[in-house]
C-alpha cells in the first residue's frame, strides 16, 4: 500500500508539471478569496447589531464556499481533460450547483462535530475534573473518531460530481462506497495532508499560502483525481 501510494504521488508530481493551468487557476483562487476577506473586513465595521452581522456572516459563507465550488470543480475538470484552456460555461452549467450543495452539506456536518466534540468533551473534563491539556487531547480524539467515523466518507463526493458527472446523492453513495473499500488509504491520505496542511499553518502567512496555492492545492486535487481512477 505504502510503495502505491508514494508510485501515485510521483506520477502526479509529473503529471501537475504539465498541467501549469491548474496552477495558474488556483493562483487565481488565491488571490479572489483574499480579495473576498479584506472587503469582508471592510463591511464588518459598517453593522451596529449582533442581526446585521449574523446575516453578514452568513452571506459572506455562501459567497465564500460558492467560490471555492466553483474553482475545485474547474480543478478537478482540469485535472482529468488534456485542454490547456478552462471551461468555465460547461463547469458552471454541470458540476457548479452540484459541488456547492455537497460542499455546503460537508460545512454544516463539520460545524455539527465540532459542536459536538466541544460540548461532550467539556462535559467529560468537568465530570472527571480533567486538567486543560488532558481535556484538549480528550477534545482532539473524539474530533478524530467523528472525522474518521463519518466524514471521511464524503471524501471523494466532489470527484465523482465533477469526473462522472454523477447526481448529488449518486457522488454521495459513490463516495461511501469507495472509502469504505479503500478505507486505510483513504484514511492515511487525510492524515497525511492534514499533518502538511497543520505545519503550513506555522509558516509565515504569504509564504504558507503561496506553497498551498501553488503546490499544495493543485497537487492534491490531481493525487486524490490518480488515487481513484487507480483504485475504482
Known sequence: MKNNMIKIF???LKELSKRTNMIFLSLILWVILNLLSLASKRINILFSTNIQFSIWIVVFFLVY???LSFFSSELISLSITKNKITNFKNTWKKFFLKNLIIMILISLITLIISQITFYSSMFIGKTLSLSLITAQIV???IYFALLAGFLIFFTFSSFFVVIENASIKESIKKSFKFVKNNYPETLLLMIFLFIIFFL???SPRILAELIE??????LSITFIKNFLLERK
Open 10 to 12: 510521483f506520477y502526479s
Open 65 to 67: 464556499i460558492a467560490v
Open 139 to 141: 477534545f482532539f480524539l
Open 200 to 202: 503550513l499553518n506555522k
Open 213 to 218: 496555492y501553488v503546490l499544495l492545492i493543485p
